[in-house]
């Protein structure tokens, strides 16, 4: 009697928990509206013969694009019903022909997998409609095999527009960002660049808490002949300067140097990458991936404080994914590019990855947050508390007068056409006790046609305070006694 008592006890107590339980998630599950807005926001419908076939492979994403969540119980993709699930506000859900034949070929994902019915055509493609538990039309996509994605193992994905298009990224994007929704074009030009920082990871601990200065594109320096933009990167103690060279033909960054001292004229870090290596490869988008080598030589301290010589082969790997980020600054959408290189110091193999944090501007990007790695551990991190972009001119501000202040720069932007023999020129001598130059003028074509116009850029760092008039002239340099076609003028006070 004694153990059919406690088994009723138990029992009781079980049933009551399992009560219990669902009551608590009854606020949740009332708060799921059953209608709202969710698309559909990438489609699969003709995956590659490496991929597997229809029957297997064919998956659709959808996306809560609504502020509350959604309960899609019921819910049908052309009249074929979705079982139980709710999507939080910016939820993914994928459905899928096959749930165990998607996640065998995708592996692990961030959102849930649901089995669905589904028979998408391929030539020349067809038409998605999603109903709600009522049978009230929620989305439709009329898609065709002339978008793209026929076949070629890629996905068709919404872009920020709503406009469709094959996925960047082989595969598609299944719970993630679409690759076409954030794409960072190449451009021969990038914008110079002041931020702030606050420093919350970093390996001198008495920096963590305090702020940090990068100075991005605002100088150049030659190595071997070749001219490199400078990010340098100032603390309260310590610093580091990256040497960055652009290479307008296979439209990369490329990373030629590190060097980091202590205090002046102490160097921790001396490193020279021969040839300079592929650091972003353009255009960036989520799911971009590159690879490698280089040879690494120069020098480094290690924690004894020896130093240590540096010739070894080294490999290099890049890889660009998506997140939204919160720093000081802000909330922002960013793409994540990851660059790692792996070589060896005395005799141990060596990883150093650096990750930024990129989120597209009208005149370039903001960087809300960098880290850095060592052998896998966080040794460095840094989030934006402020911005700040130069002082921007075009051919309106011709023959006016402005104020800039020291420390900050200055970016005209003319429209050229350097095809045609003209181009502009500064003529008007500079002391660099109040205006430097930076760099040479560059053209940012507006296509990559041959013959294509496009703006010519010129920046100057405000070095001093003072007064000093910059006249640019547009002609062609061997017509020396041809007035030129055009001309600007503008009378800076620096204070």
């Known amino acids: 009697m004694k153990d059919k008592k406690e088994n009723k006890v138990k029992a009781a107590f079980v049933v009551t928990t399992a009560i219990l339980a669902l009551i608590s998630m009854l606020p949740v599950m009332a708060s799921a509206q059953t209608t709202g807005d969710i698309n559909i926001n990438e489609i699969m419908y003709n995956p590659s013969t ?3 076939s229809d029957a297997n492979m064919e998956w659709l994403e959808l996306y809560n694009n609504d502020t509350v969540p959604i309960n899609i119980s019921g819910w049908t993709i052309d009249d074929n019903q979705i079982s139980d699930k709710v999507m939080q506000p910016g939820d993914y859900v994928v459905l899928a022909r096959n749930k165990t034949a998607f996640e065998a070929y995708y592996g692990a994902l961030p959102c849930s997998i649901i089995d669905v019915t589904l028979g998408l055509k391929n030539d020349p493609g067809g038409t998605i409609i999603l109903g709600d538990s009522t049978g009230t039309e929620m989305d439709n996509v009329t898609y065709n095999a002339s978008w793209g994605a026929d076949g070629n193992g890629k996905s068709l994905e919404q872009n920020a527009t709503g406009v469709w298009e094959e996925s960047l990224a082989d595969g598609g994007t299944p719970c993630e960002l679409n ?68 290479d307008d033909v296979n439209e990369d960054d490329l990373k030629k140097r590190v060097v980091t001292v202590m205090e002046p004229g102490v160097e921790i870090v001396n490193l020279t990458f021969d040839p300079a290596f592929v650091d972003w490869d353009y255009p960036l988008w989520n799911g971009k991936t590159w690879n490698g080598t280089t040879d690494v030589t120069g020098m480094l301290v290690n924690e004894t404080g020896s130093e240590i010589q540096i010739n070894s082969p080294a490999v290099v790997s890049g890889e660009v994914t998506a997140e939204v980020v919160t720093v000081p600054l802000g909330t922002f959408s960013c793409l994540v590019i990851e660059t790692n290189i792996s070589y060896e ?85 500079l002391d660099d006790q ?18 294509a116009s496009g703006v010519q850029i010129v920046t100057f760092e405000v070095v001093g305070a003072g007064q000093r008039t910059i006249k640019l002239v547009y002609h062609r340099p061997w017509e020396t006694d041809v007035e030129p076609a055009e001309t600007f003028t503008v009378n800076v006070t620096a204070s």
């Open 345 to 429: 110091v005395a005799g141990q193999q060596t990883s150093n990855l650096r990750k930024y944090w990129i989120s597209p501007t009208d005149n370039g990007f903001l960087t809300p947050k960098d880290q850095s790695y060592l052998n896998g551990e966080l040794v460095e991190e840094l989030t934006l508390i402020e911005a700040i972009p130069p002082t921007f001119l075009t051919a309106a501000d011709n023959n006016t007068t402005i104020n800039v202040t020291k420390g900050r720069y200055l970016v005209i932007t003319l429209e050229a056409n350097p095809t045609t023999g003209y181009t502009w020129e500064v003529t008007e001598p």
């Open 434 to 451: 109040v205006l430097r130059q930076v760099g040479d003028i560059a053209f940012v074509p507006e296509s990559y046609l041959i013959g």
């Open 179 to 246: 690759s076409v929704t954030i794409v960072i074009p190449f451009s021969p030009w990038v914008p110079p660049m002041i931020n702030r920082w606050n420093i919350t990871v970093d390996a001198n601990s008495e920096n963590v808490g305090k702020n940090a200065t990068t100075e991005v594109f605002t100088s150049t320096e030659e190595i071997d002949n070749e001219t490199y933009y400078v990010i340098n990167t100032s603390k309260p103690t310590g610093s580091t300067k990256q040497y960055i060279g652009i």
């Open 50 to 52: 490496e991929q597997g």
